[in-house]
């Protein structure tokens, strides 16, 4: 009787052992932050390679944006400060002031605001923050999305194309929690 029951502990312990063994995932990055085109740039591509299916693409934008603006999901701008649903509205919604000289006597120099409102189009790209970890065993790499932000094709005054984060919104509560922390460590 003791025989088995000191068989029946080893296993245990070897059981134990094993299934420790196998959940030791190390982690690769603790924040790794890269874009996905939504939609692809070369219409050569097949129709999977860097690209949702409009459907699809306008229902996660759509989802991002709206509940940016309705205050249903927290947005932060660059710097990770909270933003109001307004201040959201308004990133939508850029303006920018050019100014020209005029190529003929007397040269004057004139000043012409543009509005340039994002439209759900022009939102191309999602930009990801990410925790990874790797299982050594079996190279199974799980990632953790901590923060999603869309990313608008801009063209500057010369007519440059730029890429634009619009604003953050983090899926994490505990990195929330830690950027709440931070931000008041950085404020004493």
């Known amino acids: 009787m003791k025989k088995i029951h000191y068989i029946l502990l080893v296993m ?46 306008e229902k996660l934008v759509e989802m991002i944006i709206s509940g940016a603006k309705s205050g249903k999901f927290q947005a932060y701008d660059y710097f990770n400060n909270p933003i109001t ?15 020209k000289v005029d190529e003929n006597p007397p040269y004057d120099e004139t000043d012409t605001m543009i509005v ?38 801009r063209y500057d005054a010369t007519g440059t194309e730029l890429w634009q984060p619009l604003f953050w919104i983090y899926t994490d509560k505990d990195y929330i929690k830690q950027l709440n922390i931070n931000q008041r460590i950085s404020h004493l």
């Open 12 to 57: 245990a312990m070897l059981f134990l052992t094993m299934a420790c063994r196998q959940n030791k995932n190390e982690v690769v990055a603790n924040k790794i932050q890269y874009d996905v085109n939504i939609k692809s740039p070369d219409a050569d591509y097949d129709w999977w390679i860097q690209n949702l299916p409009g459907p699809q693409r």
């Open 85 to 99: 649903p307004a201040e959201v509205s308004q990133i939508l919604s850029d303006t920018t002031m050019i100014s």
């Open 116 to 153: 340039y409102n994002i439209k759900r189009d022009d939102i191309l790209r999602i930009r990801f923050l990410e925790e990874w970890t790797i299982d050594p065993a079996t190279l199974k790499i799980n990632k953790k999305v901590l923060g999603i932000a869309p990313v608008a094709r």
